[in-house]
């Protein structure tokens, strides 16, 4: 008996998806570079499915059927290589190599190319849900040549995770495409944790509620429009006593956020493709700003100047405090999904992808860690799932808004939001609150609407000390004046 799959790299999320085929009714073929994991893994779940346990990469090869299908799951980077170039030899034209590790997009496109020039098919799928989701199903965003999804397709549309019968998986566009929906996720994902983390900030700081009955509010959260799999873990977290201190665990935890690097290729993408993705970004620097904890304590010293201590709002007041924190939480999540969306069409004009942003957004409506129920309002306002690109890849469809933004119903939700948002900025400026991503989405809706910007002067400031030149709002051409002359204008 051949295997259908093959999967290297047993550490606990390769070992999840081998199970999560197997669970499926597939025959997966095993290996690791230590065979301890590979029989530990058989040993005590070899009973959910057909596994074939092998002891080299040449093993794993000859035991799958054709074509072949290998998954790699080793850590991004040179050991992604390393296996690519022990498994290449063994293959044949057709044979599929799949990573499903968090690689950097330009990676994939330089390994998808490489293997192209070989006949074989190189598939980057990005996969999001952490352990459980490998296990149980998780979103999966697959790349590579939209041929290689027939063979491919079928088997990670089994193992996904399902919203209302629709598989959280589909083809996602060529080369690194798929890699790079997946590292925008994770850059929507820090900008909605900290964005939780504001509100938590603000409701402590400046509402005097302890996160024992934060963890109440944002239950009570989880049944409005902020539903999502982030903001039901944020209760549990704030709910969680630590059971040493008898504090609550938030208390005990160090605050320096780490971070392995998605959101920061995110933000660097961000720039290198001309996008405004404050938002994003400001997530990144925030954690960055967190962990540097020697200049924390000296700002703390040398900065000691500090603002007035805020008073707690009294009760009838709270109520109201808490709605708006909710409100701008909502905003602000809102224009980072609108950011991350209007960089993924930018990334799609560059690299020639034809990305479906209403599929994009239905694939991370169940498995993916920013899994919430305004991703299938989201998905509605793109015009819903391509079906066309399952299997087949299909256009995008005709009357797309533009930007999140433009979409009627987050039109208004914004409109409606944006009194208690200004609010809150302006109490958390005052008491002294850091509030990055609040604050940075705001500008960024504000900078979107405004009618004339400050750039106009940045224009005249470049023509003078650079002759940089700039178009006039008049006139078709470009116009540089002599500043260092008698200043009068000349077309450049
Ligand atoms: C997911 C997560 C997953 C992982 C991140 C954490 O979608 O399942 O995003 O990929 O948890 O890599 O990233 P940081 O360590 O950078 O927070």
């Not at 964005?195 to 996160?211: F, K, N, Q």
């Not at 109201?320 to 969306?341: I, N, T």
Request: charged residues 20%; glycine residues 10%.
């Amino acid at each position: 008996m051949k295997a259908d799959i093959g999967v290297t790299g047993l550490a606990v999320m390769g070992a999840n998806l081998a199970r999560n085929f197997a669970r499926n009714g597939y025959t997966v073929a095993l290996h690791n570079r230590s065979r301890a994991r590979t029989d530990a893994l058989v040993a005590e779940h070899g009973s959910e499915g057909t596994f074939i346990p092998t002891e080299t990469l040449a093993e794993l090869v000859e035991n799958l059927a054709v074509p072949r299908r290998v998954l790699i799951m080793v850590k991004a980077g040179q050991p992604v290589d390393d296996v690519i170039d022990q498994l290449v030899p063994m293959l044949a034209p057709g044979d599929i190599v799949i990573d499903a590790g968090n690689s950097h997009y330009e990676d994939t496109r330089r390994r998808e190319a490489a293997l192209a020039a070989k006949d074989l098919h190189f598939v980057g799928i990005g996969v999001s849900g952490g352990e459980e989701g490998a296990l149980n199903g998780p979103a999966i965003m697959p790349g590579g040549p939209k041929e290689s999804y027939e063979a491919l397709g079928p088997l990670l549309e089994d193992i996904s995770a399902h919203y209302e019968g629709d598989p959280c998986c589909a083809w996602i566009g060529t080369d690194g495409a798929g890699h790079f929906v997946k590292m925008v996720h994770n850059g929507i994902e820090y900008a909605d944790m900290q964005v939780i983390g504001e509100a938590y900030d603000l409701l402590r700081s400046v509402g005097g509620i302890e996160p024992a009955d934060q963890a109440g509010i944002f239950r009570s959260w989880n049944s409005t429009d902020l539903a999502s799999y982030l903001i039901e873990i944020t209760a549990e977290v704030l709910g969680h006593v630590d059971a040493k201190t008898g504090k609550p665990l938030v208390d005990v935890i160090v605050d320096q956020a780490g971070q392995k690097g998605t959101g920061r290729w995110t933000a660097i993408s961000g720039l290198d493709l001309g996008s405004p993705i404050g938002a994003i970004a400001e997530s990144v620097f925030a954690r960055s700003l967190s962990s540097q904890p020697e200049i924390r304590a000296t700002a703390q010293q040398v900065l000691a100047a500090g603002t007035d201590p805020v008073t707690a709002p009294q009760d009838a007041d709270r109520e109201a405090f808490v709605e708006d924190v909710r409100l701008a939480l909502y905003a602000s999540k809102l224009v980072s999904y609108a950011q991350g969306l209007d960089m993924l069409t930018a990334a799609a004009a560059e690299y020639g992808w034809s990305l479906d942003l209403g599929t994009i957004a239905s694939l991370w409506r169940d498995g993916c860690i920013i899994r919430a129920d305004l991703l299938d309002v989201i998905m509605k306002a793109f015009g819903g799932r391509d079906t066309s690109r399952h299997p087949e890849p299909g256009t995008t469809a005709e009357g797309q808004p533009s930007n999140l933004l433009f979409a009627p119903e987050f039109r208004d939700a914004i409109a409606a939001a944006l009194p208690a948002w200004r609010r809150v900025v302006a109490t958390a400026v005052a008491a002294g609150v850091p509030v990055p991503v609040f604050s940075s989405a705001l500008s960024y809706y504000d900078g979107l609407r405004r009618d004339r910007l400050p750039a106009a002067l940045t224009q005249g400031l470049r023509d003078y000390f650079g002759a940089h030149t700039y178009r006039r709002t008049d006139r078709e051409g470009t116009f540089h004046t002599l500043w260092s002359g008698d200043r009068t204008e000349v077309e450049a």
